[in-house]
Nanobody
Framework: QVQVVESGGGLVQPGGSLRLSCTASGTIGGIHAMSWFRQGPGKERELVATTTSGGSTYYPDSVKGRFTISRATALNMVYLQMNSLRPEDAAVYYC????????????????WGQGTQVTVSS
């Protein structure tokens, strides 16, 4: 079992910054990718940022240059630094961790957190 917990959401004014944190715990053998998604009201969940075990990162154009994903591998943590926030960035942000567990079978897992609310408003 792998548990994922996000923190750091809140209310911020347009142009402001927030830093989200995510911690994965449990029977983790290794992590392939750590990602942040978001889901705004009436919208589908969308990918915001991904970092892989090889060190590559990906951002959609909507957040490129404003958001930065980083990870503390030894701590199974991932962060999302969000700058120059816009009202359209308001959403519930979810952390997703994909990897394999510590059993002999190295079963794959794909775990989600409960989400943290980000509100951008003046």
């Amino acid at each position: 079992q792998v548990q994922v917990v996000e923190s750091g959401g809140g209310l911020v004014q347009p142009g402001g910054s927030l830093r989200l944190s995510c911690t994965a715990s449990g029977t983790i053998g290794g992590i392939h990718a750590m990602s942040w998604f978001r889901q705004g009201p009436g919208k589908e969940r969308e990918l915001v940022a991904t970092t892989t075990s090889g060190g590559s990162t990906y951002y959609p154009d909507s957040v490129k240059g404003r958001f930065t994903i980083s990870r503390a591998t030894a701590l199974n943590m991932v962060y999302l630094q969000m700058n120059s926030l816009r009202p359209e960035d308001a959403a519930v942000y979810y952390c997703n961790i994909r990897g394999y567990d510590s059993s002999q079978s190295r079963s794959l897992f794909d775990s989600w957190g409960q989400g943290t609310q980000v509100t951008v408003s003046s």
